[in-house]
């Protein structure tokens, strides 16, 4: 009886091919993340290659930044459905190039670089960063009972690549040996991962492909057309970059303002809830300096002294246990400031340690099963914490009437830690890796 009142309102195929369109939005970053393990030990960058892509990745805001120029001075503002399908062919052309071109490098102030898997991860970053401002207010032009399809679909970037990544297994360390003629040689140990880095690469492009298709049906296929709000929209959806960030559009009149109006409608109108606007708003800027730019950048000094099999669980566990808090986040909220701050508190004491576990690359923090198996809980656990920190203090700013501050203050704290974790790591030295010599 209830699978038929849920079936009754709504049409499984728009469900499922906004849940494809939302796989696209950062499939491609999460992907490449997870894939680190792998990445690191055949890449002239070695340890030091998380600090690159995170530094890449933030860089990537470009694009944002300027469709939301082109938006606010354009005459004729970009049409938003023409921009999601460049965007989109765009992320599968570089994830094309990403499978061909991974490994190829090349010399730059005399040292050997990454230069294909850097500008192929830029034009995928670029994608994802500029989804953010594209995918969800094109979802508001269709009924509400879709918009939770869409956000499961955005969960899952994360949560796909983390299945293939286990799937695929990781590789064993390089080791030292000696032949029969007494020589000494590094053996290269790539045998135990089930597929190749650039298969996985390949699976990666399968789903933006079928991301790609997915819009094109939302946006021409007779029956996705029928479940937009209203029927007699144009083909082309005119929101903001206003839009996006703050949910307000006082002079617009077109698809995208229709559907903010009703979807206002449908949760009500709230009157403002008193929160501690700097409290809040410090937290969710520290919060993405540690998850979103300073850990991941040493996420390769921390685990991979415990070996390559630690660094991949670490990796790939906590890619996905971020969607699954952020969907508690969404199911469960939290509005109580002291909840906020305490898990902020412990997930801060929780990255302590992670810093910790890096200063001391190459050496470990106790044995390998013991001190391995408590660094893979604490990135798991502080990552879920975080997630959800995140999520629950987005909601409290949406409901205060600061999301756009959030926003700015989300990207600042994001950008800051992977720029200063860049410096350490790269011009500093702070953090050392290990590498087999005979």
Same mark, same amino acid.
């Given at each position: 009886?209830?699978?038929?009142?849920?079936? %009754?309102? %709504?049409?499984?195929?728009?469900?499922?091919?906004?849940?494809?369109?939302?796989?696209?939005?950062?499939?491609?970053?999460?992907?490449?993340?997870? +894939?680190?393990?792998?990445?690191?030990?055949?890449?002239?960058?070695?340890?030091?290659?998380?600090?690159?892509?995170?530094?890449?990745?933030? $860089?990537?805001?470009?694009?944002?930044? @300027?469709?939301?120029?082109?938006?606010?001075?354009?005459?004729?503002?970009?049409?938003?459905?023409?921009?999601?399908?460049?965007?989109?062919?765009?992320?599968?052309?570089?994830?094309?190039?990403?499978?061909?071109?991974?490994?190829?490098?090349?010399?730059?102030?005399?040292?050997? %670089?990454?230069?294909?898997?850097?500008?192929?991860?830029? #034009?995928?970053?670029?994608?994802?960063?500029?989804?953010?401002?594209?995918?969800?207010?094109?979802?508001?032009?269709?009924?509400?009972?879709?918009?939770? =399809?869409?956000?499961?679909? +955005?969960?899952?970037?994360?949560?796909?690549?983390?299945?293939?990544?286990?799937?695929?297994?990781?590789?064993?360390?390089?080791?030292?040996?000696?032949? +029969?003629?007494?020589?000494?040689?590094?053996?290269?140990?790539?045998?135990?991962?089930? #597929?190749?880095?650039?298969?996985?690469?390949?699976?990666?492009?399968? $789903?933006? &492909?079928?991301?790609?298709?997915? #819009?094109?049906?939302?946006?021409?296929?007779?029956?996705?057309?029928?479940? %937009?709000?209203?029927?007699?929209?144009?083909?082309?959806?005119?929101?903001?970059?206003?839009?996006?960030?703050?949910?307000?559009?006082?002079?617009?009149?077109?698809?995208?303002?229709?559907?903010? +109006?009703?979807?206002?409608?449908?949760?009500?109108?709230?009157?403002?809830?008193?929160?501690?606007?700097?409290?809040?708003?410090?937290?969710?800027?520290?919060?993405?300096?540690? =998850?979103?730019?300073?850990?991941?950048?040493?996420?390769?000094?921390?685990?991979?002294?415990?070996?390559?099999?630690?660094?991949?669980?670490?990796?790939?566990?906590?890619?996905?246990?971020?969607? $699954?808090?952020?969907?508690?986040?969404?199911?469960?909220?939290? @509005?109580?400031?002291?909840?906020?701050?305490?898990?902020?508190?412990?997930?801060?004491?929780?990255?302590? #340690?992670?810093?910790?576990?890096?200063?001391?690359?190459?050496?470990?923090?106790?044995?390998?099963?013991?001190?391995?198996?408590?660094?893979?809980?604490?990135?798991?656990?502080?990552?879920?914490?975080?997630?959800?920190?995140?999520?629950?203090?987005?909601?409290?700013?949406?409901?205060?009437?600061?999301?756009?501050?959030?926003?700015?203050?989300?990207?600042?704290?994001?950008?800051?830690?992977?720029?200063?974790?860049? &410096?350490?790591?790269?011009?500093?030295?702070?953090?050392?890796?290990?590498?087999?010599?005979?």
């Amino acid at each position: 009886m209830m699978l038929k009142d849920f079936l %009754r309102n %709504r049409v499984v195929l728009v469900d499922l091919l906004a849940v494809l369109f939302g796989i696209s939005s950062w499939i491609s970053i999460n992907g490449l993340w997870v +894939e680190l393990p792998l990445l690191v030990q055949h890449l002239p960058e070695g340890w030091a290659l998380p600090s690159y892509l995170s530094i890449i990745v933030q $860089m990537a805001n470009i694009g944002p930044i @300027t469709y939301g120029l082109m938006r606010s001075c354009m005459k004729t503002p970009p049409s938003q459905n023409r921009s999601i399908t460049l965007l989109l062919a765009v992320g599968c052309g570089a994830s094309l190039a990403l499978a061909l071109g991974w490994d190829l490098t090349s010399v730059i102030d005399g040292k050997m %670089r990454s230069t294909g898997l850097f500008i192929c991860v830029f #034009f995928l970053s670029l994608v994802d960063c500029t989804s953010s401002v594209l995918f969800l207010p094109y979802m508001g032009i269709f009924r509400q009972v879709y918009l939770n =399809s869409y956000l499961i679909g +955005e969960g899952m970037s994360g949560f796909v690549p983390s299945i293939a990544a286990l799937a695929q297994g990781v590789s064993g360390n390089p080791v030292c040996v000696t032949l +029969e003629n007494g020589t000494s040689i590094i053996q290269e140990v790539t045998d135990q991962a089930r #597929f190749t880095t650039s298969g996985f690469f390949i699976f990666l492009l399968g $789903m933006m &492909i079928l991301s790609l298709l997915a #819009f094109l049906f939302l946006q021409h296929l007779p029956t996705a057309r029928s479940e %937009r709000i209203s029927s007699n929209m144009s083909s082309r959806s005119s929101a903001t970059f206003s839009d996006a960030l703050q949910d307000t559009s006082p002079d617009a009149v077109d698809a995208d303002t229709i559907s903010q +109006e009703s979807m206002t409608h449908q949760l009500g109108n709230k009157q403002p809830v008193k929160y501690n606007k700097y409290l809040l708003l410090s937290i969710q800027c520290f919060i993405c300096f540690l =998850s979103n730019g300073a850990l991941p950048s040493i996420q390769s000094y921390s685990c991979l002294p415990y070996g390559n099999t630690v660094y991949h669980m670490a990796v790939t566990l906590n890619a996905m246990a971020n969607p $699954m808090m952020a969907f508690l986040a969404f199911f469960l909220p939290c @509005t109580r400031q002291t909840v906020i701050t305490a898990l902020a508190v412990v997930g801060s004491l929780l990255s302590a #340690f992670i810093i910790t576990t890096a200063l001391y690359s190459p050496a470990m923090i106790g044995t390998v099963e013991v001190g391995g198996t408590f660094v893979v809980l604490t990135w798991v656990v502080s990552g879920a914490m975080f997630s959800y920190v995140k999520v629950s203090v987005a909601g409290m700013c949406r409901d205060s009437g600061w999301l756009f501050h959030c926003g700015v203050l989300t990207q600042v704290g994001s950008a800051g830690g992977a720029l200063l974790m860049f &410096i350490l790591v790269n011009q500093v030295n702070l953090f050392q890796g290990y590498y087999v010599t005979c």
